[in-house]
């Protein structure tokens, strides 16, 4: 019995402990739409409660930890790459595009919207998966006029350990840009 009420009490103090944030945190949203028990509900307003809170927590993240964007990329024979997960805390699209073997131009919509000194701020991370003996890195990155993230990225392989070269060379990889 003892034992019982030394876990509730602290199961207790955790909840308190958490509580004031919680509500705090609940409290800075607000979801366009109430719904009643019983009502009939439009999956348009389920949608606009759902995008309250995906923007209410990507300006969370944001105020915190500043604008994140990441996709990863596999099968770049062709354009558009193809993307197997892929983040933007400012909702902009994200996208690739090959130019020519092994080489990328990678796009993260409206990431430095609004930001004054972008290039003092801003770092762009690229890594390839996958293959062995692959290398992919980051060529430059710049704003563009509509305030999107270009990121340019060459990846090659080195086939020296069979008597060849470094080449170009299509690769799987993934791109973080942080502002």
Do not use: H
Not at 42 to 53: G, R, Y
Not at 93 to 109: E, L
Not at 167 to 178: C, E, K, L
């Amino acid at each position: 019995m003892k034992s019982l009420s030394i876990r509730m009490k602290f199961i207790l103090g955790v909840t308190l402990a958490l509580l004031p944030a919680t509500i705090v945190y609940a409290s800075e949203v607000v979801l366009p739409f109430k719904f009643a028990a019983g009502t009939p509900i439009k999956s348009s307003d389920v949608n606009a409660n759902f995008a309250a809170l995906r923007d209410a927590t990507n300006a969370r993240l944001e105020s915190k930890y500043g604008r994140l964007a990441y996709a990863t990329f596999g099968n770049c024979t062709a354009s558009p790459c193809l993307v197997s997960s892929k983040f933007n805390s400012t909702g902009g699209a994200v996208s690739a595009t090959r130019t020519s073997v092994g080489n990328y131009t990678v796009i993260f919509g409206g990431l430095a919207a609004g930001l004054a000194t972008t290039y003092q701020l801003g770092s762009v991370v690229v890594s390839d998966y996958g293959d062995t003996f692959t290398s992919c890195k980051l060529q430059s990155w710049s704003v563009t006029g509509t305030d999107d993230v270009r990121a340019l990225v060459m990846c090659s392989k080195d086939d020296r350990v069979i008597g060849g070269s470094y080449r170009s060379y299509d690769a799987n990889f993934t791109v973080q840009a942080m502002f």
